[in-house]
T-cell receptor, first 116, second 112 residues
Framework: DTAVSQTPKYLVTQMGNDKSIKCEQN?????MYWYKQDSKKFLKIMFS???????INETVPNRFSPKSPDKAHLNLHINSLELGDSAVYFC???????????????FGEGSRLTVL | SQELEQSPQSLIVQEGKNLTINCTSS?????LYWYKQKYGEGLIFLMM?????EEKSHEKITAKLDEKKQQSSLHITASQPSHAGIYLC????????????FGTGTRLQVTL
C-alpha cells in the first residue's frame, strides 16, 4: 500500500492554464506538506497543514492555493501557470516527534509539472 | 532563517570506495534528517540525529551529528551502485519537525 500518493505523476500544460495536483496519505499523520524541487534539485517547503489548518506558507505566490478537505488529503491548485512553475512538486506527511517517533517526513513520488 | 550547506555538491566514486558527505547548518539543530533520492523518485528517509555527538548506522551508511549540533556527516563504506542518488540533509529548527529546511543536496555516482 502506498503511504503518500500523488496524482498526476506527470503534467504538461500551457502557460496561463490552471492545474491541480492531489495528495493523499494513509498513515494517519496530522501534518501534510507541499515541497517544490527546482531544476537544481533544491527542495523548498511551500505549505504545511496540520489537521486541515494552514500552519506554514512560505511566501508562495497567491496563484498557489492549497486545500485540505480532511487531514488525509492536501491538494495543490495553481492558477495562471508560468514557465517558472515548472518543477517537481512533492507532497509529504509527518507526525510530531516524540514517544518514539522521529518526526521524519514521508514523501510521495513527486509530480513533475512542465509549463510550456 | 536556517540555511544548510552540503558538500560536495557532486561526487563520483569507484565501487568499493568510502565517501563522506557533509552538512553544515547556520543555526543549532533540534534534529537533523538524512534522506536519499533516487533519480526521478521521491525521498527515502535514512536516519535522524538529535543529540550532540550522536552517531547512527544503517547497513553501510553511518551518520554523525557534532557536539555543537551544527554539522553532520554521512559516511558510506564500500560504496555500491545502489548507493547512487542524491543525498539531502534536512534540518529541524523548531523542535517540532513541522518545517524541515533542506540542504542543497549531494549527487553521488558510483562507477564500476
Amino acid at each position: 500500500d502506498t503511504a503518500v500518493s500523488q496524482t498526476p505523476k506527470y503534467l504538461v500544460t500551457q502557460m496561463g492554464n490552471d492545474k491541480s495536483i492531489k495528495c493523499e496519505q494513509n498513515l494517519g499523520h496530522d501534518t501534510m506538506y507541499w515541497y517544490k524541487q527546482d531544476s537544481k534539485k533544491f527542495l523548498k517547503i511551500m505549505f504545511s497543514y496540520n489537521n486541515k489548518e494552514l500552519i506554514i506558507n512560505e511566501t508562495v505566490p497567491n496563484r498557489f492555493s492549497p486545500k485540505s478537505p480532511d487531514k488525509a488529503h492536501l491538494n495543490l491548485h495553481i492558477n495562471s501557470l508560468e514557465l517558472g512553475d515548472s518543477a517537481v512538486y512533492f507532497c509529504a506527511s509527518s507526525q510530531v516527534p516524540g514517544q518514539g517517533l522521529t518526526g521524519e517526513l514521508f514523501f510521495g513520488e513527486g509530480s513533475r509539472l512542465t509549463v510550456l | 532563517s536556517q540555511e544548510l550547506e552540503q558538500s560536495p555538491q557532486s561526487l563520483i566514486v569507484q565501487e568499493g570506495k568510502n565517501l563522506t558527505i557533509n552538512c553544515t547548518s547556520s543555526k543549532t539543530l533540534y534534529g537533523l534528517y538524512w534522506y536519499k533520492q533516487k533519480y526521478g523518485e521521491g525521498l527515502i528517509f535514512l536516519m535522524m540525529l538529535q543529540k550532540g555527538g550522536e552517531e547512527k548506522s544503517h547497513e553501510k551508511i553511518t551518520a554523525k551529528l557534532d557536539e555543537k549540533k551544527q554539522q553532520s556527516s554521512l559516511h558510506i563504506t564500500a560504496s555500491q551502485p545502489s548507493h547512487a542518488g542524491i543525498y539531502l540533509c534536512g534540518a529541524d529548527g523548531t523542535g517540532t519537525a513541522s518545517k524541515l529546511t533542506f540542504g542543497t543536496g549531494t549527487r553521488l555516482q558510483v562507477t564500476l
